[in-house]
């Protein structure tokens, strides 16, 4: 019998914000440790929250081993790592306030129109699987994350824009910046003819774009032929720049660099699709076992659940190139907010984009009406895929530009 210790830990700062004042100052201090017995091909499971007893842990995952639950891969074993980027965001919680209230009284002064509202986190994280296999796997972080929607005071919307910062380096100058481009441009109407043949689209948040690969690369939906990929490992789908990876380099983003299984890859990558060609699809170990896939360190951590297969850390490989060098001289739409969109099951896709603007590679040229946008994944990914920047929005962010040509046209109104 193998004991395996997971382990979650939470510190948050959260402030809330009222029409760009801080409303609220909230703090929490979770954690979070699941016990897993492995015996006999077989798992059982125990969780806690907060303070626990472990031998009530394991009295209790050992009944759970009483139910037969099957796991036939083998836990992970002998692998030791430790990383600690708690120390990269120097910075105490009083000063974080601090520097948080000096952010909105700049953006209410210099923006009276507009109201600012949502919240603003300072996170402190440590993460750990150890096993009597010899797993040692830790790792703590520290970054934060501004979130606030931007109401233009006489509008009749909920929400007109939106700011959105992430990571493990804070900087006043560039935060102002990033959250003044909207406001700079709101006023400022763009013209747009009713419809757009394939004009680059610019994305900051990547999750619909790539919903398709989401769904369709589960290993267990591609094995059992559901997928729209199934039966294609090895064939060029998509174009030469497309690469699509499971990236937990730490450096480059805020994931952690061990899945729920223990599994830590090689170069902390492993490519789901490289220059065009599909690889793999994503899995867990037990899924991978169960239907002879390639073990891609994809499995979710949960405390008190058996480990499931998750696209966690799933992203577009970066470029040598810059977003301006990607748009070449073409001007783009910017998708700020572009929320409700999806896939059909043929792989057609079709978004509004609630906040957009006409954009230059350097700078939004004025605020464009509510837009739709609609492609298909084979072209989105194929011949009209622009590429994935090398540079981000903010210093430390995890979010690069991705930019697709798209066919766009005009819904009626602004917002």
Not at 13 to 35: C, P, Y
Not at 152 to 181: A, T
Not at 331 to 355: N, R, W
Request: hydrophobic share 40%.
């Amino acid at each position: 019998m193998i004991k395996e210790t997971v382990c979650i830990k939470e510190k948050k700062l959260g402030l809330t914000v009222t029409n760009g004042k801080i409303g609220a100052v909230l703090r929490s201090n979770t954690q979070k440790t699941g016990l897993r017995l492995y015996d006999d091909n077989c798992l059982g499971i125990a969780g806690a929250i907060g303070a626990y007893n472990e031998d009530e842990l394991i009295n209790n995952a050992k009944h759970m081993l009483k139910f037969k639950l099957p796991y036939e891969a083998a836990p992970t074993s002998d692998v030791k790592r430790s990383l600690d980027l708690s120390g990269k965001m120097d910075i105490s919680d009083e000063e974080f306030v601090e520097l948080s209230k000096k952010v909105l009284d700049a953006l209410n002064t210099r923006y009276p129109q507009f109201m600012f509202s949502n919240k603003i986190n300072l996170m402190e994280t440590e993460e750990s699987l150890i096993n009597d296999a010899g797993v040692e796997l830790v790792q703590c972080d520290r970054y934060f994350e501004l979130v606030l929607l931007i109401k233009y005071r006489e509008s009749k919307s909920m929400m007109d824009s939106i700011g959105f910062v992430q990571s493990r380096v804070i900087d006043y100058d560039q935060i102002l910046k990033n959250l003044s481009w909207s406001c700079d441009a709101y006023e400022q109407k763009a013209d747009f003819s009713e419809t757009f043949e394939k004009i680059p689209v610019v994305m900051i948040e990547h999750q619909a774009f790539l919903m398709k690969f989401l769904t369709d690369l589960r290993g267990d939906v591609f094995a059992n032929g559901a997928s729209l990929f199934s039966g294609k490992t090895g064939e060029k789908l998509f174009d030469d720049k497309f690469s699509l990876e499971i990236n937990r380099n730490t450096e480059k983003t805020l994931t952690r660099f061990f899945d729920g299984e223990g599994i830590v890859l090689p170069d902390d990558r492993f490519a789901l699709i490289e220059n065009g060609v599909l690889k793999a699809p994503y899995s867990s170990k037990r899924m991978a076992k169960q239907y002879n896939l390639p073990v891609t360190g994809s499995a979710t951590m949960q405390y008190d659940s058996v480990p499931d297969a998750t696209p966690y850390g799933a992203a577009v490989a970066s470029s040598e190139k810059t977003l301006k060098e990607l748009l070449g001289g073409r001007k783009a739409i910017y998708a700020l907010y572009a929320s409700g969109g999806d896939f059909t099951p043929q792989g057609e896709y079709a978004s509004p984009i609630q906040a957009a603007y006409m954009f230059d590679g350097e700078n939004f040229l004025g605020r464009l009406p509510q837009l739709s946008m609609s492609s298909h994944v084979n072209d989105m990914f194929g011949k009209d895929f622009v590429g994935a920047s090398s540079d981000v929005d903010y210093p430390g962010s995890p979010c690069n530009y991705l930019v697709v040509d798209m066919n766009v046209r005009k819904i009626d109104g602004w917002m």
